[in-house]
């Protein structure tokens, strides 16, 4: 939510107690500071490594940004009281982890809180939003917006909405992201993984069942892809920024459902050691080991 701040925009964080709070408040602390070592790195001769979701090239002021961070990092507001959090909220977001019935309890518990005017979101990296639609009580000012990670940096949306969502609504959250710098990518048909995952997930599959089967170590295979393909990041390295327990989830929807694949990519990846994916994910949880999040996943963060 620090981008929304940066723009100038109110953010309330709605949290389920106080002790997501004090969970909550290390995640926001090491955004800050993403936020600030992304600024003090940007150099206006080197348009390749541009930080677009924070500012243009050609009008960066750093001391302007970085007081822009300070002023949104002490805006935040963290509300355990759920009417108290959606008073007077004219776009609501939902991040939750990618489990379908916690997500239809929540919304069925959100939406007598939610005022007429609230246009209601999920950022579900998986899930289409017509799963949902009628837990909402506001099917057509509801849709997905799904941002990439690191979007300071990788500044995507993709707008998608479901039969019923009204046109209107669709226009406006690609204005909202446009607005917060975003650079916004239009689904125009549901679709489970959206765009950037559709092509995401199956790699990172492919990268798990090398490991789980014996082919070779982490490491290796994060090398493997970034040497061959000049690509900052290995299925690793990803999986780790977007956290063990969000990949064990996707894991499960797609042994669950293959019709959130292609036929030719379900054929290919049939004989994938799912079971033996789950099993490393779990242990590497239940460990504490949850990624760039937690200071360790499949590598070690200071």
Known sequence: MLFNLLIGYDVTIWLRSEDSKTRTQPKLDALKKNYIE???????????????????????????????VERAYNSIRLEVDMKEA???????????????????????????F????????????????????????????YLSLHFANTIWIKNTAEVMAHDETDKKY??????????????????????????LNSMLVPFLLSGMDLLTNGISDAKSIDTAW????GAPKGPFEIIDTVGLTTAKNIVEQYQKVPGLMSPLLRKMMLPYNYKGMLNMLNQYIE????????GEGFYKYN
């Open 170 to 195: 669709f226009d406006e959250i690609m204005e909202f992201a446009t607005s917060i710098r975003m650079l916004p990518l239009p689904v125009l048909k549901e679709k489970s993984g959206y765009l």
């Open 38 to 68: 992304t600024i003090e790195s940007l150099n206006p001769q080197d348009e390749n490594n541009w930080a677009r979701g924070i500012a243009d090239i050609e009008h960066f002021n750093k001391e302007e940004c970085l007081e822009k």
């Open 226 to 229: 970034k040497r061959g393909t």
């Open 86 to 112: 959606m008073k007077d909220a004219d776009l609501v977001i939902e991040s939750m982890a990618e489990i379908k019935d916690e997500k239809i309890q929540f919304y069925q518990t959100l939406a007598p």
């Open 287 to 294: 460990e504490g080991k949850l990624g760039k999040s937690s």
């Open 114 to 141: 939610l005022e007429d005017k609230t246009v209601l979101v999920t950022n579900s990296s998986t899930l289409l939003p017509s799963t949902f639609a009628k837990y909402t009580g506001r099917p057509e000012k």
